[in-house]
């Protein structure tokens, strides 16, 4: 009876284990391959595109929804500024340049890491005063549709 109790404690205690391997929680992370990014310099004549390529870097063990981009204005010290209508991105996703007047999916639905290339486009007018114009672009992960 002993030799029985043994047993079934081990066998208890094996597969009861067998319950507490936890799998790894499900992550996506958003990372870009540089910490500032320079557009570089436009005039009102030329098309405005940018020849700086940012790379958004998602890594990821789950299913996710698109990552949008926002971008804010970009000021210039002085108070002019650039607004995000001016403002337009490309990616595999958009199917040519598209306005960040609205936050902009730069890819679908997917599962796993990936890299997202952005290729950006700066509507630039005679009256936008010449120097250094700063901003800010936003990363959000949506949720799998």
């Known amino acids: 009876m002993k030799k029985l109790l043994i047993t079934w404690a081990i066998l208890i205690a094996l597969f009861g284990t067998a319950g507490v391997v ?3 929680e499900p992550y996506v992370r958003i990372s870009t391959n540089q910490d500032s990014l320079d557009l570089g310099t436009f005039s009102f004549w030329d098309d405005g595109i940018s020849p ?5 870097i998602v890594e990821s063990n789950c299913l996710h929804g698109p990552i949008v981009a926002a971008i804010s204005e ?4 002085g108070g002019t500024s650039i607004l995000p209508e001016r403002i337009s991105v490309k990616t595999s996703a958009t199917n040519g340049f598209v ?6 999916a730069i890819s679908e639905t997917t599962m796993g890491s990936h890299e997202i290339k952005l290729n950006f486009q700066v509507r630039t007018y005679m009256k936008d005063h010449a120097g250094r114009y700063s901003g800010a672009i936003a990363f959000t992960v949506m949720p799998p549709s």
């Open 99 to 104: 306005s960040m007047a609205r936050p902009v």
């Open 52 to 56: 700086a390529t940012l790379t958004v």
């Open 74 to 77: 970009l000021k210039r010290s």
């Open 22 to 24: 936890q799998a790894e």
